[in-house]
């Protein structure tokens, strides 16, 4: 659930912290990222299980400074392995986001709108069945404490979106049972 929602809101949380201060008729800050990972997690969705875990993830973000919307566009593709099993799962993503402050102040409490349009999330097995797929259209209003997240709420649902409609708890169902975690 952890790794799900850190995937989730990595473009948003990345996007606040690092808004400019400049003057508003400034034009948009674009950023580009690619980040190629190999990670060890010892604790797997709590389980206790060790999974390894590597990626490649593209981001592109623009600001519009210094309060204004913040869009990202995103593609990547992260896989898990248990080392006991051999078995992997494909988490690969691709869409596109956009957050704006509709309350409060970023150094502060302030509520963020996130929209996400595309694929968050595809799981599947290394050249297997599709086990979980959320797409389309989905909105969050998500507080903050300057950084610190405090809390997500669903606005909007259009497609299908089993894992959020879960809480998130769906993907750590779905990945166990794929790994063989017990």
Same mark, same amino acid.
């Given at each position: 659930?952890?790794?799900?929602?850190?995937? *989730?809101?990595?473009?948003?949380?990345?996007?606040? =912290?690092?808004?400019?201060?400049? =003057?508003?008729? =400034?034009?948009?800050?674009?950023? !580009?990222?690619?980040? %190629? /990972?190999?990670?060890?997690?010892?604790?797997?969705?709590?389980?206790?299980?060790?999974?390894? %875990?590597?990626?490649?993830?593209?981001?592109?973000?623009?600001?519009?400074?210094?309060?204004?919307?913040?869009?990202?566009?995103?593609?990547?593709?992260?896989?898990?392995?248990?080392?006991?099993?051999? *078995?992997?799962? %494909?988490?690969?993503?691709?869409? !596109?986001?956009?957050?704006?402050?509709?309350?409060?102040?970023?150094?502060?409490? !302030?509520? %963020?709108? =996130?929209?996400?349009?595309?694929?968050?999330?595809?799981?599947?097995?290394?050249?297997?069945?599709?086990? *979980?797929?959320?797409?389309?259209?989905?909105?969050?209003?998500?507080? /903050?404490?300057?950084?610190?997240?405090?809390?997500?709420?669903?606005?909007?649902?259009?497609?299908?979106?089993?894992?959020?409609?879960?809480?998130?708890?769906?993907?750590?169902?779905?990945?166990?049972?794929?790994?063989?975690?017990?």
């Amino acid at each position: 659930m952890k790794q799900l929602r850190f995937l *989730l809101l990595v473009p948003i949380t990345l996007g606040l =912290a690092l808004m400019p201060t400049a =003057a508003s008729a =400034a034009p948009p800050e674009v950023n !580009h990222f690619r980040d %190629v /990972f190999t990670d060890t997690d010892p604790d797997f969705c709590g389980t206790g299980q060790t999974v390894d %875990v590597e990626g490649d993830v593209r981001i592109t973000d623009w600001f519009s400074p210094p309060d204004g919307p913040f869009m990202s566009t995103f593609s990547g593709t992260v896989t898990f392995t248990n080392p006991d099993t051999g *078995l992997s799962v %494909v988490n690969s993503f691709s869409g !596109h986001s956009t957050e704006t402050i509709i309350s409060g102040d970023p150094e502060g409490i !302030h509520t %963020v709108l =996130a929209t996400t349009t595309g694929l968050p999330e595809k799981l599947q097995t290394k050249n297997g069945p599709v086990l *979980l797929r959320d797409a389309g259209l989905i909105v969050f209003e998500i507080t /903050f404490d300057g950084d610190e997240f405090i809390s997500q709420e669903t606005r909007l649902v259009k497609g299908p979106h089993p894992d959020a409609e879960s809480d998130f708890t769906l993907f750590c169902e779905v990945m166990t049972e794929a790994l063989g975690i017990e």
